[in-house]
């Protein structure tokens, strides 16, 4: 498939490392945080997502850190794989007027070398 | 399970022509979400719907028009088609408006000639 990472920042690492990959968001009304991956040629598939009034939340293998002072995300990846190879984004979810919408940063490329 | 279903996966129109996008939700799901992501970049807002209404929009001129069906699927309309419209779609589906938990379909593919 088509890729999406053109002219993205990228993170290349060795299988095994472990992987930190950032995030700056805007808006100061944002109430849940999301992390996506996005392998070439398919939707953004959800990771983790942490509340505003959390700073850190851990899932297998992947915690997410929030920094609401700077306004700062950071998805780690601990012992990163082969299939980790992929497009991050990080998401900020705002509710004006009672619906949902998702705020998309610019991503980052994971290339993980075997 | 089956997840969000889109149709076509890749579409390829002339300047000027219109297109209509198809997406599915997952079932039981009400909500479904638009997004256009231009390569290279994140996905960007184009519209919500709920229940059939429109429960919001994002910053895209008024060629774009969406509907939804009462069995929650959506189509996503794009008229006088530009070169800037090239992009992959994509449909998000949630249980209810105000979910943030929105999956994902495999987008459709538009490349305008």
């Known amino acids: 498939g088509e890729s999406v990472g053109l002219h993205l920042p990228t993170l290349s690492v060795q299988e095994g490392d472990n992987s930190i990959i950032n995030c700056a968001y805007s808006?100061?009304?944002?109430?849940?945080f999301i992390w996506y991956k996005q392998e070439s040629g398919k939707g953004p598939q959800f990771i983790i997502d942490?509340?505003?009034?959390?700073d850190k939340r851990q899932g297998k293998r992947v915690t997410v850190l929030l920094n609401k002072t700077v306004k700062h995300l950071s998805l780690q990846i601990a012992a990163t794989q082969p299939g980790d190879s992929a497009v991050y984004f990080c998401?900020?979810?705002?509710?004006?007027?009672?619906?949902?919408?998702?705020?998309f940063g610019k991503g980052t490329m994971l290339l993980v070398s075997p | 399970d089956a997840g969000v279903t889109q149709s076509p996966t890749h579409l390829i129109k002339t300047r000027g022509q219109h297109v209509t996008l198809r997406c599915s939700p997952i079932?039981?799901?009400?909500?479904v979400s638009w997004y256009q992501q231009v390569l290279g970049q994140g996905p960007q807002f184009i519209f919500q719907?709920?229940?059939?209404?429109?429960?919001g929009r994002g910053n895209f001129p008024d060629r774009f028009s969406a509907r939804q069906f009462p069995n929650y699927s959506s189509e996503l309309n794009v008229n006088a088609l530009l070169l800037g419209d090239s992009a992959l779609y994509l449909c998000?589906?949630?249980?209810?408006?105000?979910?943030?938990?929105?999956?994902f379909g495999p987008g459709t593919r538009l490349t305008v000639t």
């Open positions: 998000a589906s949630s249980l209810v408006s105000g979910s943030y938990e929105q999956y």
């Open positions: 808006n100061s009304a944002s109430d849940y």
């Open positions: 942490i509340r505003s009034n959390m």
């Open positions: 998401a900020e979810n705002i509710s004006p007027s009672g619906y949902s919408t998702l705020t």
């Open positions: 079932s039981g799901h009400k909500s």
């Open positions: 719907y709920y229940e059939k209404e429109e429960r």
